[in-house]
């Protein structure tokens, strides 16, 4: 029961942060006028054939499953009645298999594309999930220490030490999963491993994601001591381990995810990426609407 008193906090947390994920893909259309093909009928969805229409029909069903919960949560508190659980309890346990599906779709996305070798492996969805068991949950212990020291809101030690318990079992997970891909890719390496090795390493003189990946296996592996040791057992090593944890799975999802797929193109070039000023201020701007909602 205790879990009760959080469960509106953690679907307000990801109605922000799939609106977030919607802008996202909406600014990744590169038009404005390839937009209608987002609202069938108007356009031309292409569904099933395109994992992108899987990809918005995922985010705006898990966006209403969340918005009906915090909705109908919020709705009875100001009404000052207690909840019908059969109205919001079964949403409840079906938006937890939809984040699922969220997780396994956008994997889909990058598996799908047989011709980038660095996605193109069946390992993909399972660190996609992993690691959001291990960023959502330390995003939420924050936000739920802020939320109790600056409003007379009461949350319990309860609630954060079993998200804590889910941080560290997910933690361990995306870490072997890490490290079955670094075998799969160092220890007979193929010409497929050449964007790992980028990453990595470098490839003949171009290295300027190495600094960036080794950060994030360094805040990863720290994030982990903490979890798994007596010292999360207090808040403040708590608080170390979700830090280090989320930005190491930021870098990794980010730079270590993305830009190497592109390295080296298909015809062998090598092209280092740096992202313009307005992809960084357009994500910036993403990013403060999902902080002010």
Known sequence: DYMHEVVLFGELLAIAVIVMCLLFVTVDLGHPERFHHMIPPFGIFNFPGSILSWDVIVLNGYLLLNMHIAGYLLYCRYQHRQPTKKFYIPFVFLS??????????TAFLYVGLAGRAYWHHPLVSARFLASAFVAGPSLMILAF???RRVTRYYIGDQPIFTLRMIMTVAMIINMFLLGCELFTGFYYP???AAAAHYLYFGLHGHHALV???WSAMALDFVGLVLLVSPWSRRIVGLNLACVACFIGIWIEKGFGLIIPGFVPSALGQIVEYLPSRNETLVCLGIWAFGTLM
């Open 145 to 147: 220490q802020v939320i």
């Open 96 to 105: 937890i298999l939809w984040a699922v599906s969220i997780h396994t779709v």
């Open 211 to 213: 600094p960036w990946i």
């Open 190 to 192: 193929t010409q497929h």
